[in-house]
């Protein structure tokens, strides 16, 4: 792997540490990605990472809710009854941050939550100061706020630990929780309830 390569990746790894990010990085048509084929591509600024991983089949299902969450396999599996309904890519969390393992249970269903760990410190005017801050690692400057990274369909099944939706850059690179697309958030959320089992694997 040449240094422009390696530079970019590195960069870009950097642009993802956090559950939620405002990088414009993100976003720029300009930003280098790697595929999953092992070749370095460019994301129009339009098109998210293609998804041939996530469906869901449950509407007229009955049955009680359960989710699987595969860190090895990067993808979450949601079950009625044991029938498997749905699957869904995932990020989950970045070395260092590993999302922990477990048989665990929904313990908050939040439509609109935002983090109150990660996210940016803002003006007066909300302009970004200082992006991709942690409230517990990043001093705050003089006449900053701290704005919290929006985490939608936020289900928190453990301690901080949640699926929520997010931006999938096709690797764990996430603080712990588990980033969804946004559409397969919102139906894992609506199908979901306190109490719904989640078990973390490897």
């Given amino acids: 792997m040449n240094l422009t390569i390696r530079l970019t990746l590195c960069a870009l790894i950097v642009a993802l540490a956090g559950c939620a990010s405002h990088d414009r990085r993100l976003t720029s048509s300009s930003t280098r990605y790697l595929s999953s084929g092992g070749e370095v591509v460019t994301k129009p600024s339009n098109v998210g990472i293609a998804d041939t991983v996530s469906y869901w089949d449950g509407d007229g299902v009955s049955g009680s809710p359960s989710i699987t969450i595969n860190l090895g396999e990067q993808k979450a599996f949601f079950y009625k009854d044991g029938r498997l309904v749905g699957v869904s890519m995932i990020s989950s969390g970045r070395e ?23 996210g940016d410190y803002v003006d007066g005017g909300g302009n970004v100061m200082v992006a991709n801050v942690g409230v517990n690692r990043d001093p705050k400057p003089s006449g900053a706020s701290f704005r919290g990274a929006p985490m939608p369909y936020f289900l928190r099944f453990h301690g901080g630990y949640g ?4 931006f999938l850059p ?25 109490g719904t089992p989640v078990r973390v694997v490897n």
Avoid: W
């Avoid at 260092?96 to 990660?118: E, M, W």
């Avoid at 699926?163 to 997010?166: D, I, N, T």
């Avoid at 690797?171 to 609506?190: D, K, L, Q, T, W």
């Fill in 163 to 166: 699926l929520h939706a997010g």
């Fill in 96 to 118: 260092g941050y590993a999302t922990p393992a477990g048989t665990y249970k929904v313990i908050q269903k939040s439509k609109d939550h935002v983090s109150n760990l990660y």
């Fill in 170 to 194: 096709g690797f764990p690179a996430s603080h712990g929780c588990v980033r969804m697309p946004e559409r397969m958030a919102e139906i894992f959320f609506a199908n979901s309830s306190q």
